[in-house]
């Protein structure tokens, strides 16, 4: 079975500083999409970024981008100058390309950025 | 509106009553997730609807738990006889794609309260 291991339960950062928040996760799949999700105290979840795993490419969204590690099984998304508005929940989430497989979220990470 | 739409917003129940909680999802979507969320804390996987195939409930609770999704598009979230430890943010989301890297959208979810 599939698993998600977010290892940082929360996390603090001043505001304009780089984070980067980590996430490995267990498959014997070779196929594959890895999702990262925001949630603000607003409690909406937002999809912040996704990365096929037969790209070897990082995806990038503006100050968002991933290190996807696929021989390690590794996919940390980085925040780049840091804002107020990145405080949240982030939740990282695997789904297989080969079946109607339901998706698998982490734990989740708290951040907070500090002004 | 055009995406998940989750009713009510709020409920507040004393123990012992049965709810029920509605999810719309995104016109087209053949898969349905359901989600607890204690305040907090993480996504915990209730049951997952997948087109006109069995649903994969191994994440209901306990037997006070049923969910249906009626001609695969709305779905009811039914708690019996509730209990204080049911207590928390219910959340649905919805994809297009069967096994693809289309992510999920999450409604607003619905925060219940068991007095």
């Known amino acids: 079975a599939q698993t998600v291991t977010q290892s940082q339960p929360e996390m603090s950062v001043q505001e304009a500083e780089t984070v980067t928040l980590s996430c490995t996760y267990d498959?014997?799949?070779?196929?594959?999409?890895l999702f990262w999700y925001k949630q603000p105290p607003s409690r909406q979840m937002i999809l912040v970024i996704r990365?096929?795993?037969?790209?070897?490419q990082n995806a990038t969204e503006n100050r968002f981008s991933v290190n996807f590690q696929k021989a390690a099984k590794s996919f940390s998304l980085k925040i780049s100058d840091s804002q107020l508005g990145d405080t949240a929940m982030y939740f990282c989430?695997?789904?297989?390309?080969?079946?109607?497989?339901?998706?698998?979220f982490g734990k989740g990470t708290r951040l907070h950025i500090l002004p | 509106g055009a995406g998940v739409s989750q009713s009510p917003s709020n409920k507040v129940t004393e123990k012992g009553k049965d709810v029920e909680l509605r999810c719309d999802p995104i016109?087209?979507?053949?898969?349905l997730y359901w989600y607890r969320q204690s305040l907090g804390q993480g996504l915990e996987f209730l049951i997952y609807f997948q087109g006109n195939s069995a649903p994969d409930k191994s994440g209901l609770p306990s037997d006070r738990f049923s969910a249906e999704r009626t001609g695969g598009s709305v779905s009811t979230l039914t708690i019996q006889r509730t209990q204080q430890e049911d207590s928390a943010v219910y959340l649905c989301?919805?994809?297009?794609?069967?096994?693809?890297?289309?992510?999920?959208?999450f409604g607003d979810g619905t925060r219940l309260s068991i007095l």
């Open positions: 990365q096929e795993a037969y790209k070897q």
């Open positions: 989301a919805s994809s297009g794609a069967r096994g693809g890297n289309q992510p999920q959208h």
């Open positions: 498959t014997s799949e070779n196929n594959y999409y």
């Open positions: 989430a695997f789904r297989s390309a080969n079946r109607d497989d339901k998706i698998i």
């Open positions: 016109s087209g979507h053949t898969a």
